[in-house]
């Protein structure tokens, strides 16, 4: 078979089945269509012919697999590696409700839908090209997956990946945008629009928004799927500024900024980062005392004069985990300048 062949077998929908009509014992039965129903009936129907909508997607996915060809094994989770480019950012992947509604679905109706894998050459092991959830959700309830073994080349397997996550559960536009950062490393623009969904001016877009931010405060951040591209540019801009990112650095470390959802950890990068004036230090205190504070007002930290140069006594642990993380760099920085005697 063809790559061009192959690729339109990946990027092809399978076709919705043509409605049927409504025979006439369908129509009759205890009520008539004119009787009134009740709101309870009515959420429960559309409760059903979600469930029902879901239940055929997974048969039509299930069918273009069958008809394709393809044929369903069962593999040991442990046997397979994930995808040589990544396009989640942190483990939100697996710390979301959806993946524990994923793990109770499987858990009570059995995996529905083959992921797809490659075999890695004559290794016995494979790589997976699309349901890394589904891998995950298996894993952690025990048992194998089922899976579709299929050759394919690199650009296919991303194609494939990418297609199944625009589909099934979109991607942030930060995670859109640090996926293609990490594609255009390995393959050109053609293939990273078809495998994106996108035009060039959009991808162009992604592109120059994921060189504007430093790839550890995103996976600080985590995926924020409520921020779109205007706040995470705004969050890019002010990243530019004197002492932004150390600032960040400090909100990072906090106990209240772990702990938050990765919306409400973007939210606080934002505010913090939008104050205009950062920490200083304030005028000596009366014992002679240099203390530090928050733009807020809030003490951070207080360096008291003494023989030896003084003792620096920190009030905040956020401030005091951050400083003590760039002491290193702070005694490399006056390294230097003591050498070229400044």
Same mark, same amino acid.
């Given at each position: ?6 690729? %339109?077998?990946?990027?092809? %929908?399978?076709?919705?089945? $043509? ?28 409760? =059903?012919?979600?469930? &029902? ?45 959806? !993946? ?65 996550? &625009? ?42 928004? %994921? ?11 985590? @995926? ?41 950890? !973007? ?10 004036? @950062? ?6 205190? $009366? ?5 530090? =504070?928050? @733009? ?21 642990? %956020?401030?005091? $985990? ?21």
């Amino acid at each position: 078979m063809s790559r061009k062949n192959t690729l %339109a077998d990946l990027m092809k %929908a399978a076709p919705d089945p $043509a409605p049927q009509p409504l025979s006439r014992g369908a129509a009759s039965g205890s009520a008539s269509l004119g009787a009134p129903v009740g709101s309870g009936a009515l959420r429960a129907m559309g409760l =059903s012919l979600e469930k &029902l909508s879901a239940d055929a997607g997974k048969a039509r996915d299930l069918e273009a697999m069958i008809a394709a060809g393809d044929r369903v094994v069962e593999l040991d989770p442990t046997l397979i590696d994930g995808s040589f480019v990544r396009d989640r950012i942190g483990e939100e992947a697996t710390a979301d409700a959806s !993946f524990d509604s994923l793990m109770q679905s499987i858990s009570e109706q059995g995996q529905q839908v083959p992921i797809l894998v490659r075999p890695l050459g004559d290794s016995g092991r494979y790589q997976v090209a699309y349901g890394h959830r589904r891998l995950r959700a298996v894993a952690r309830l025990g048992g194998k997956v089922r899976a579709i073994v299929r050759p394919l080349s690199d650009v296919e397997l991303v194609i494939a990946q990418a297609r199944e996550n &625009l589909e099934r559960r979109d991607l942030s536009y930060i995670e859109k945008a640090m996926f293609a950062r990490r594609l255009e490393e390995q393959f050109d623009r053609p293939t990273l629009m078809a495998a994106l969904g996108v035009d060039k001016a959009d991808l162009s877009r992604l592109l120059t928004l %994921a060189a504007s931010l430093p790839t550890d405060i995103v996976n600080a951040i985590g @995926p924020a799927p409520r921020a779109g591209r205007p706040r995470w540019s705004r969050l890019a801009a002010i990243l530019t500024e004197p002492y932004a990112q150390e600032r960040f650095a400090a909100l990072a470390a906090s106990a209240e900024f772990r702990a938050a959802a990765s919306d409400r950890r !973007f939210t606080m990068a934002l505010d913090v980062l939008s104050r205009e004036t @950062p920490a200083q230090a304030s005028p000596m205190a $009366a014992d002679g005392a240099l203390e530090v =504070s928050a @733009p807020s007002g809030a003490p951070l930290a207080r360096l008291e004069p003494g023989r030896e140069g003084g003792r620096l006594v920190f009030v905040n642990e %956020a401030f005091s $985990a951050f400083v003590r993380e760039k002491l290193p760099e702070l005694a490399r920085v006056f390294a230097e300048m003591q050498r070229a005697g400044r």
